[in-house]
T-cell receptor, first 114, second 116 residues
Framework: AQKVTQAQTEISVVEKEDVTLDCVYE???????LFWYKQPPSGELVFLIR??????QNEISGRYSWNFQKSTSSFNFTITASQVVDSAVYFC???????????FGKGTSLLVTP | NAGVTQTPKFQVLKTGQSMTLQCAQD?????MSWYRQDPGMGLRLIHY???????DQGEVPNGYNVSRSTTEDFPLRLLSAAPSQTSVYFC???????????????FGEGSRLTVL
């Protein structure tokens, strides 16, 4: 069975602080896919990134970066110099086939205050 | 390009009533799915379909029924609504497996259902 754990339920930071959202996963599949989605207060779900299990390169996109470590089964997400617009619920998710039967974590609610 | 369209956006039901949440996508996606989102529970998969005529159960299928007669539509039916089905429901679709499949699920805007 696949499982995604986001141990941080809520995080509150002050603008311009760096923040890391943790994601730990469990799977017996040798090939799997990890995702991060953002859900702003407006409620829609926004795709941020997909990472394949055979590609452990970290990725950076502007202020966002992702650290994938198979050795610790973690796929952490860091926001550098956080902004108020980053306030949202962030979900980590896992699947055995890209997007197929995606298993979501319970989400981390991030609040960035001015 | 409308993407994934869900209707209605809000609905209030009484216990025992039935209703259908509609989901339509115009991206020719073969895979479609329904999730429910409850506070502190994340998103849980209800049913999914890998193509017209093919459906399967997800993590929490009880009390829900689906069918897939066309590629575009994937309605979710509540047979006899219960207060435990009060939730926000999301429909999502993606391209089929193969070249160019980033795995990205495209989500609808959600349907908020309250069962009294």
């Amino acid at each position: 069975a696949q499982k995604v754990t986001q141990a941080q339920t809520e995080i509150s930071v002050v603008e311009k602080e760096d923040v890391t959202l943790d994601c730990v996963y469990e799977t017996r599949d040798t090939t799997y896919y990890l995702f991060w989605y953002k859900q702003p207060p407006s409620g829609e779900l926004v795709f941020l990134i997909r990472r394949n299990s055979f590609d452990e390169q970290n990725e950076i996109s502007g202020r966002y970066s992702w650290n994938f470590q198979k050795s610790t089964s973690s796929f952490n997400f860091t926001i550098t110099a956080s902004q108020v617009v980053d306030s949202a619920v962030y979900f980590c998710a896992l699947s055995g086939v890209p997007g197929y039967a995606l298993n979501f974590g319970k989400g981390t609610s991030l609040l960035v205050t001015p | 390009n409308a993407g994934v369209t869900q209707t209605p956006k809000f609905q209030v039901l009484k216990t025992g009533q039935s209703m259908t949440l509609q989901c339509a996508q115009d991206m020719n996606h073969e895979y479609m799915s329904w999730y429910r989102q409850d506070p502190g529970m994340g998103l849980r998969l209800i049913h999914y379909s890998v193509g017209a005529g093919i459906t399967d159960q997800g993590e929490v299928p009880n009390g829900y029924n689906v069918s897939r007669s066309t590629t575009e539509d994937f309605p979710l039916r509540l047979l006899s609504a219960a207060p435990s089905q009060t939730s926000v429901y999301f429909c999502a679709s993606r391209v089929s497996s193969g070249t160019g499949n980033t795995g990205e699920l495209f989500f609808g805007e959600g349907s908020r259902l309250t069962v009294l």
